[in-house]
């Protein structure tokens, strides 16, 4: 499995779209810091762009792999090696070329900015955030792809799962709330919170940054739940989850299936 995450991690972190991909983040976290004249002014956008990119690159770039590497993957297949050990190998290889490419380039971006030092903790947590996300679609990806021999459509449908829950699940949640807003419903969007990583991210990233208040009344409820020690260990267990989830779904259907 080592020899195979190196493979895939080496081949990855050749490619022209790593490179672009963590020169994007940088330049961009530094171009917002720029303008805005402070890092804690820019970390709303810098956050957006984070939350809402990474998992749309870590999707694209995942699934592509995936079906530009069959023969690859053919002559692994071949080899008396696990299917769980090849499957876990080229993921992981993927998933922490990604992650390394979010942190090096928020790093990189900050580091030209000439930060303070009450910003490296903000830094961090949106380096972590980055790299959970990575994990997280990347392994979402790999399952599409291992559930699907079509190319197009395995792209196709894991653009429609970051759509989905980049843009239509937000969408949906604002017409629950409005349609049963003289209900008691703030347990439910805790819960509906935690069904999207996306929006997971985004709330815990602004509570840490204590902006709630732009949230409106769902921040005050999240900051009532999110904002205890109890609320910081769901939400960060449930980012694990997203990542472990994905991972013995593909390894099982992997396992499965006929190639």
């Excluded at 679609?137 to 399952?143: E, H, I, N, Q, R």
């Excluded at 347990?187 to 204590?210: K, T, W, Y």
């Amino acid at each position: 499995m080592w020899s195979i995450f190196k493979f895939v991690f080496m081949d990855n972190l050749r490619s022209v779209w790593a490179i672009a991909y963590t020169l994007f983040i940088a330049l961009s976290t530094y171009a917002l810091v720029y303008f805005t004249g402070s890092f804690t002014r820019g970390v709303v956008s810098i956050m957006n762009i984070i939350i809402l990119i990474t998992p749309l690159v870590s999707t694209m770039m995942t699934s592509m792999y995936f079906f530009n590497k069959t023969d690859f993957l053919f002559l692994l297949l071949a080899q008396p090696i696990k299917r769980s050990h090849t499957f876990i190998g080229m993921y992981m290889g993927i998933a922490v070329m990604l992650a390394l490419s979010v942190g090096f380039g928020l790093a990189l971006g900050m580091a030209m900015s000439a930060p303070r030092i009450e910003d490296i903790q903000v830094l961090l947590l949106l380096m972590l955030t980055g790299v959970l996300l990575s994990f997280i679609f990347s392994g979402l990806a790999f399952l599409i792809a291992i559930a699907t021999r079509d190319k197009l459509r395995g792209i196709g449908m894991a653009l429609s799962l970051w759509l989905f829950m980049a843009v239509i699940y937000d969408g949906l949640m604002l017409m629950y709330f409005i349609v049963f807003s003289e209900y008691p419903i703030e347990e439910h969007a805790i819960i509906l919170s935690l069904l999207n990583p996306i929006d997971l991210s985004r709330i815990f990233i602004m509570l840490q940054l204590d902006v709630s208040a732009l949230m409106g009344y769902s921040g005050a409820v999240f900051q009532k739940f999110f904002g205890t020690g109890l609320g910081v260990g769901v939400s960060i267990g449930a980012m694990l989850l997203w990542i472990v989830v994905p991972q013995f779904l593909f390894v099982y259907r992997a396992r499965r299936k006929d190639f």
